[in-house]
């Protein structure tokens, strides 16, 4: 402890009564939140910020960014398969593969739910979804949003809001 602090008494207490609690409301976290959520819990977010301001994902860091996925519509010989080894020749052996295929495998459903809860995608003249391809491929599987990932956390801050989650 250190020695402006001997002789004192630093009590915090309280009660928090939650089945699940997610510490960070960056997009990881709001995902968790909103995946407990979903599967009947009653889930508390901590965060140090503000919701949809707080966390990397909010941060940004250019006008734009990408949400990878493998679904076809860019390239209908496109796979989750395809795109595990894109991300495992690009990681030059550094990547987990459990972890590779997860995202690999995911993404598609992920990219779905997203657009679902109305991420706002920036699209191309005929209203489709702008779409590029990106990070060491040439298959078109990136979709672009508007300010970096900042719109990932708004969608989910208003789901996880909707769901009745203790913020």
């Known amino acids: 402890m250190p020695s ?7 009590v915090l207490s309280a009660v928090l009564r939650t089945d699940v609690l997610v510490v ?10 909103y995946e407990a959520l979903r599967a009947g819990s009653h889930v508390t977010l901590l965060l140090k910020g503000k919701l949809g301001s707080s966390g990397a994902t909010a941060y940004k860091v250019q006008d734009a960014a990408a949400f990878q996925a493998a ?5 209908p010989s496109d796979s989750p ?6 991300i495992m020749a690009a990681g030059l052996g550094v990547c987990d593969p459990r972890l590779a295929t997860i ?6 459903a992920l990219y779905r739910d ?17 779409m590029f391809s990106g990070a060491f ?4 599987r990136a ?11 708004d969608v989910l801050g208003r789901e996880l809001r909707r769901l009745g989650c203790s913020i």
Not at 4 to 10: F, K, L, M, R, S
Not at 24 to 33: D, E, L, S, V, Y
Not at 71 to 75: K, S, V
Request: include cysteine; hydrophobic fraction near 35%.
């Open 4 to 10: 402006e602090w001997q002789g004192e008494a630093c």
């Open 24 to 33: 960070g409301a960056g997009g990881a976290g709001c995902r968790a939140a």
């Open 71 to 75: 679904t076809g519509e860019g390239d």
């Open 81 to 86: 398969q395809a795109h595990f080894n894109d």
């Open 103 to 108: 995202l690999a495998e995911e993404a598609p």
């Open 114 to 130: 997203l657009t679902a809860l109305g991420l706002p995608w920036i699209r191309n003249e005929s209203g489709r979804p702008f």
């Open 137 to 140: 491929t040439k298959t078109l």
């Open 143 to 153: 979709y672009r949003m508007p300010d970096h990932a900042r719109p990932i956390v």
